[in-house]
């Protein structure tokens, strides 16, 4: 570990995710950069994609020295619907990186996939460029939920396709799982996270729907055809979800993650962990010693830097010291065990200093079941998961 001023920033390697920005058709509720586009668009775009792994391997950073550990050991290909892409497309994308950095034998390589958008041979193409970790899209497996949604697939495509990525020798799946939907309730939910873990995979996302502005379930919503589901309603799904795959052995590691133990995501983990990782492509964001870099999410300018030599950034933000550790406090209280004192501020005593305004505030979240204050840290409690964002508000 290094001290760079109060926060301990991991010393381990770098992570990269790698954006893209393409889908069949746009999700009800989807707030992603992404959309549909032809096959020269996505050729151009992924022209550009290889250009700007490259500038950003030769270039110094406009915002200062921009150097971190040259060792990658995450590559997270996201998107978007990264499997609309051909498997030399995602070969071509890996041998830029495998080519500009240096990619540790054990890299943890993931890429988002969508039910309906995979075949055998672009399984086992993924595998053969290096992917060993598929990261499906399922939300839910009852057809009628998948069609409020607006996603693109059934459930007998996640079945399917779920068994295609097993024969192609992916030992290391995700499936994403979605609760509190519109319409929804707590038995059908339920229904479909036993489907999702009787098909054994090593991870589960189960996360909340969020009503994004300018999504079609946003313009629903603001017209009055759409009712979220009840705040009980929403919290007892989230509980009981938690607490089964709990009971099924997966190690609840995160808000809305669990894994099976050994296979917690090592990518996603960084962003909790303040650890570094470049983001390219269309809106991506990097994070490399306490530097943020944003993307352009205009997919013209974003063509025409990189085909000019220029990196894409549209914002570069140095983190004062107070965002650093804000941002450490409340990333970690995400995780599981939370944030420990000695790497955020050196001692419970420091940090009892520095944030003495608001240390009553934390105290009563204590007593009120919501919080575990220790001697050597801080750690949400499962009734804390509730009311996380007010708690993680206090620290901004
Ligand atoms: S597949 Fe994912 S990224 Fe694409 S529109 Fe649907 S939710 Fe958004």
Redesign the pocket.
Known sequence: MTVNNTIVRPSGDTGIYIHI???????N???????PATAKEQDAYINALVREIGLVADLPFTGGEWRTSPRIDSVFIG???PSLLDASDIGRILAAVRARYDVAEDAEITI?A?PASLTADKLSGYRAAGVNRLSM?V?SFDDNVLRI????HTAEDAVRDFALARDAGFDNINLDLMFGIPGTDVNGTMASLRQAVSLGPEHISYYGLQLEEGTRFWADFQAGRLNEIPEETDREMYHRGRMYLKDQGYVHYEISNFAKPGFQSRHNSKYWGMADYYGFGLGASSYIRGTRVVNTGDMADYLRLVSAGRLPQADVYVNTERDDIAEAVFTGLRRNFGIRFEDILGSKEQFYDYYKSIIPRLEDFERSGHLLLTDEGITLTNLGIDVSNQIMALFV
Not at 21 to 27: E, G, N, S, V
Not at 29 to 35: A, P
Not at 149 to 152: D, V, Y
């Open positions: 920005p393409f889908c069949t058709q746009k999700c509720y989807c707030g992603f950069l992404s959309g998107g978007g619907t988002e969508n899209g939300q949604l607006g996603r693109i």
